[in-house]
């Protein structure tokens, strides 16, 4: 498997750690418990498109967000993953 | 000394006859030539019999002339390097060669198993689930050692590999599987267009069939066509063709798996060189040019040795040289079988008959056998009569019902020919089922492959030239390479025309899979009892299952289970295709990632000077680091770190703390990003000051734990534990670029940049006075506890200065730059001499620190709170931070929780050990009495007996309980007080003097 790093181009899935699902996103300050539970353990199990947070730890030390699909494990779009994982970026 | 090649003819193939070759086959001498396999050596040499099988041992001879082989597996070279299993196929002969057949005792010709044929009924399909079902506790005792030693094939050389085994990368445009016709062509067209090329080759010589049965292209023989052909590949330099070299898997992303058997064809490697070498090759286009396996017709007694592979006959005649039979004939429901007539005829050999499973044959093979004064009988071969010593009488069930017998001492066999799908079909991909050839051809493939000639399904030379020529044009032209190709290399196609016939009924063991010794009933069996699916027949017969993975036996097998079930082959389907396509030694998976270079090996700053004083060494990840420091006369370990210990608190030690996790967080936001990954405040802090701080998971459980220290408005220098060191790194990079973005701050890993040494014991301040600029104020005042900042040293080295102690006494951890840290040590030992300055290990530390009640790995275990550690109070109600809401749940604050306390035996003189249960005193211990575990301990020379930390039920409120400590593993019991963690100087006065 190779992924496409936004920084450094295409590399070896040696260079690169897997985190888990980029969708949930992490809740403001105050939030309840129930709204943090399921950002904590809540997961969907697609079949088809997910978007997944990768570590290039072997690299520019960059989080990406990657859009795989889990059928065919093609990777269409690898972005850097600033900012996705918060609810609300503060000013 | 050596046999006379009875079996060799006296010119052609493709050996060289002025390089012979002696070697031996179960202790015999034979030669052989260059160029020869072990196979053809041992054909040449009228072996016949090499080999019994799996469960029947029943006398197996050569089968194929490949990788697909199933019989002829032996066990080759002798020592540590004896690799069993191996191919006889596919094992070029070398100059001293020694193998030994397998599966037999005392010897090949008389094997005291075969007697496992007189109860075949009892090693039928699904024997292992039937027969030794009851009593349960017989299975491991009994039945499964017995069976594994009857039915082991080769035995393992037991002895550490010798070799070296190496993994590599390597990059292309386009790949190419097989240098047969098409792959030759894929590559000529590949490289004439200017892609960067690699073409694999299994055999260790290029060409594929085009060795074994020669033909005609662009009007020259094939023979020249390879030669000119490899020559002008030899001329591009982004060809590259490798030989001995198997492309075995497809991964994501067009990345490859190629195992290159470098030096197997030598006794041994030669001196720094590998004797394998993966491959992991990643390449934009793939053409598979793998070719196609013969399938051998299912009858009885079709494993008698001299039952042989028509293409394999006559690839042992024509590229070896070597007759596997003098009189031998021919059983096919094809036109391709005839070949094997053609060439025998011209090496001079006798046909005996030709039967022929179609109703026609072609008006040339007619005349070909009249020539040849041979008959063609239609029909098919219902028995073998031969045994140990080969083929001797064929019976043979006419069209028509009549019966006839034929004399020959070998039986060539073409049941047609299966595409290798195996790497089309590696990604789920299941191959279609093609008519005309009756054969599955590939449905597609993975992403940027295709597959061309006869592994797509056409057989004839001229299309595996065309397609291979055009595959590899395409390949070159969706890689951006328009370089001029020319015109393809151009044949004719020979006639195929098959007639499919998998099994012909008949009294007497058919096998399907050899190598698994599954035969026809198996298969009928397996069917009757409802494993009718292909991957049920597969599991409860294990057909396909071998080494070999089924090459020449699935498509028989599904093809059989399709007749006894009433449905139609591509109803029945394929089994799900895996790789490897060969077997790949696990070594070679490892590469050099074995012994002492199984991984990388940190050594600490001051490693080399700690081992010149002598310092055992323990392994704490990746690291090396000092555990203690043996002095002459010293009797154990114990009395070693007892003896650092008291030196430290009596006095002065350093230890090399590098290994702890170093980050720089700079920017103006440093302080609120901080505040985020602790559950303390960190934004507070005065510069020049220190504070420990403590990071949750975000569900809550406490992640990791160290100091920080501002060291300006806008940079924190922040550490970890040697464990998290770059998972923290990680976790913090996460925090500041997907959970806070809008925070300005920058992390820098400085873990390597700094040696890190902790000074301790009440002299540490008249040992420092010597290393640091005298201008520099160490007094309480002008550096008091937790005071942290940058310092000069005598010399002018710039220094960092942490006043933090983890061992409780007066102390303190300097960083100098990392390439200093040799000579930091070597100074702190000169420095200290007058105060006697004494080196503390690992151990020692661990020790302190257990006196002193910190926490560390032990506590830190993952299912911990911040609370549970006794640092509950540390979490700031004013701010929100990682982990905060979970780490509030109920079961998280619940009153019952496991928390960290002291323990200390009841009797002084009592030893503890980590990993004892807590019982309540005077309770049977079981699972629903207990109360938690001791985590760490260690002999205190300061309370002079052993003491502990455990984790214990509401343990904070128990303090002064006597309970049990229950060790089932050691077989220990015994009773602890449960008391105060801290050990030792409680109110801290001596940290903070
Ligand atoms: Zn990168």
């Known amino acids: 498997m190779r992924i496409v790093c936004p920084f450094c181009g295409e590399r070896e899935l040696g260079e690169f ?75 | 000394m050596t046999s006379s090649q009875s079996h060799r003819l006296t010119s052609g193939g493709l050996i060289d006859r002025s390089v012979p070759l002696n070697f031996r086959f179960d202790g015999k001498a034979f030669s052989g030539f260059q ?22 041992h029943r006398p197996r001879g050569i089968l194929t002339a490949g990788s697909e082989e199933p019989n002829a597996l032996v066990e080759l070279r002798t020592g540590a390097r004896r690799e069993p299993n191996t191919k006889a196929t596919t094992a070029e002969l070398y100059d001293g060669l020694e193998a030994a057949s397998q599966n037999r005792w005392p010897s090949l010709r008389h094997d005291v198993m075969s007697v496992n044929q007189l109860f075949a009924p009892i090693f039928v399909a699904g024997f292992y689930y039937k027969t030794f079902m009851w009593p349960a ?117 067009g990345t490859y798996g190629a195992i290159e058997r470098v030096n197997d064809h030598l006794p041994s490697p030669p001196q720094h060189q590998v004797r394998q070498r993966l491959w992991r090759i990643v390449a934009k286009r793939c053409v598979v040019a793998a070719g196609a396996i013969e399938r051998p017709i299912v009858f009885a007694g079709n494993d008698t040795p001299g039952v042989m592979m028509a293409s394999a006959m006559r690839t042992y005649v024509a590229r ?24 025998a005829l011209g ?20 005349s070909l056998a009249s020539k040849g004064g041979f008959p063609v009988l239609h029909g098919s071969v219902r028995g073998v009569d031969g045994g140990k010593d080969g083929v001797r009488k064929i019976a043979v069930s006419l069209t028509g019902g009549a019966r006839a017998e034929v004399e020959a001492d070998g039986l060539a066999v073409s049941g047609g020919w299966n595409p290798a799908v195996g790497l089309t079909s590696y990604h789920r991909g299941r191959p279609k089922w093609q008519n005309d050839i009756s054969a599955f051809v590939p449905d597609g493939a993975p992403p940027g492959m295709v597959a061309a000639g006869a592994a797509n399904g056409d057989f004839g030379l001229g299309a595996c030239l065309s397609q291979g020529f055009a595959a590899g044009a395409a390949a070159a032209r969706d890689t951006g390479h328009s370089g001029t190709v020319g015109i393809a290399p151009a044949a004719d196609d020979e006639a195929f025309s098959l007639t499919p016939l998998w099994h012909v009924a008949g009294k007497g063991k058919a096998f399907v899979d050899y190598q698994h010794d599954v035969t026809a009933s198996d298969i009928e069996l397996a069917q009757r009892e409802g494993f009718e699916s292909v991957e049920h027949l597969k599991r409860y017969t294990t057909l396909g299952m071998a080494t070999d993975q089924g090459k020449t036996s699935n498509v028989a097998g599904l093809a059989i289970m399709a007749a006894v079930s009433g449905r139609s082959i591509p109803e029945t389907g394929t089994t799900i295709y895996r790789p490897p396509y060969v077997p790949v030694a696990i070594g070679a998976f490892a590469g050099h990632h074995r012994d002492e270079t199984f991984h990388a090996t940190r050594l600490t700053p001051s490693h080399h000077w700690a081992a010149e004083q002598g310092a055992i060494f323990v392994d704490t990840g990746l690291w090396k680091r000092a555990q203690w420091y043996p002095r002459a006369g010293e009797k154990d370990w114990l009395e070693s770190v007892t003896r650092e210990v008291k030196a430290v608190r009596g006095g002065v030690g350093f230890c090399d703390v590098s290994t702890l996790g170093k980050i720089d967080v700079h920017g103006p936001d440093a302080g609120a990003f901080l505040d985020r990954v602790y559950i303390n405040t ?132 300097i960083s100098v730059p990392a390439r200093f840290g040799d000579a930091m040590a070597r100074n702190l030992m000169l420095a200290g001499a007058p105060f006697g300055v004494t080196p503390y290990g690992t151990e020692a530390l661990g020790v302190m620190r257990v006196e002193k009640g910190h926490i560390a790995g032990p506590e830190l275990s993952g299912t911990t709170t911040a609370a549970d550690l006794g640092l509950g109070k540390m979490m700031s109600t004013k701010k929100d931070y990682i982990g905060r809401v979970m780490a509030g749940r109920e079961a998280l604050v619940a009153p019952d929780r496991q928390v960290v306390v002291g323990i200390k035996p009841t009797d002084k003189a009592r030893r503890l050990r980590s990993g004892a249960h807590i019982i309540p005193k005077g309770q049977t211990p079981g699972p629903g009495n207990d109360q938690g575990y001791v985590t760490s301990v260690c002999f205190s020379p300061t309370s002079d007996q052993w003491i502990g930390l455990a984790l214990v039920e509401r343990g904070r409120e128990r303090i002064g309980e006597i309970v049990h400590g229950h060790d089932p593993l050691r077989g220990e019991d015994y009773d602890v007080e449960l008391c105060n963690p801290v050990f030792y100087d409680p109110d801290g006065g001596r940290q903070r003097g």
């Open chain 2, 137 to 253: 506790k017989f299975w491991e005792a009994i039945y499964e050692p017995a069976i594994r030693r009857a039915a082991g094939l080769g035995r393992a050389s037991g002895i550490a590999d010798p070799d070296h085994y190496d993994k590599a990368w390597a990059h292309c445009d386009v790949l190419i599987a097989g240098s047969g016709p098409a792959g030759l062509a894929a590559a000529l067209a590949a490289g004439r267009a200017g892609a960067r090329v690699i073409l694999c080759e299994e055999d260790f010589v290029p060409g594929g069939r085009l060795l074994s049965d020669g033909g005609t292209i662009d009007g020259v023989p094939a023979a020249e066509w390879l030669s000119r052909t490899l020559a002008e590949l030899a001329d591009m330099p982004d060809v590259r063709i490798m030989t001995r070299t198997a492309l075995f898997g497809v991964y994501d992303g």
């Open chain 1, 17 to 91: 750690t897997y985190l888990g699902d980029a969708k949930p996103m992490r809740p403001e300050a105050g939030a309840s418990e129930d709204e943090v539970f399921d950002y904590v353990y809540l997961r969907d199990n697609a079949a088809g498109q997910t978007s997944e947070h990768w570590y290039h730890g072997g690299g520019c030390r960059a989080w990406l967000k990657v859009t795989r699909n889990t059928l065919t494990h093609e990777i269409s779009a690898v972005e850097p993953a600033a900012g996705v994982g918060a609810r609300q970026v503060a000013k």
């Open chain 2, 320 to 343: 070896y040289a070597a007759t596997p039979a003098k009189r031998l004939a021919l059983f096919t429901n094809n036109e391709d079988g005839w070949r094997t007539v053609e060439t």
């Open chain 2, 35 to 56: 160029g020869d396999t072990l196979a053809s050596a041992l054909i040449a040499n009228g072996v016949k019999l090499v080999g019994r099988s799996f469960k029947y």
């Open chain 2, 682 to 813: 960190f934004s507070s802090l005065a510069v020049g000051k220190a504070r420990y701080g403590l990071m949750l998971r975000e569900d809550g459980i406490v992640y990791d734990d160290g100091t920080t220290s501002r060291l300006a408005e806008d940079h924190y220098f922040l550490t970890t534990t040697t464990a998290k060191a770059g998972l923290v790194m990680q976790h913090l990079e996460f925090c500041r670029q997907v959970l806070f973005p809008e925070l300005d701050v920058q992390l820098t890993s400085v873990s390597d940049q700094w040696a890190q040494f902790s000074i301790a014991g009440p002299k540490t301040r008249d040992l420092l006075r010597e290393i640091v600029d005298p201008a520099e104020d160490l007094s309480n005042e002008g550096f008091p506890f937790m005071g942290a900042r940058e310092v000069a040293l005598r010399g002018g080295l710039r220094a960092r200065l942490f006043r933090i102690s983890f061992s409780g006494e007066m102390a303190f951890e």
């Open chain 2, 347 to 366: 090496a001079g050999l006798q046909i005996a008959a030709v039967i022929d499973a179609r109703s026609e044959v072609s008006p040339a093979h007619r």
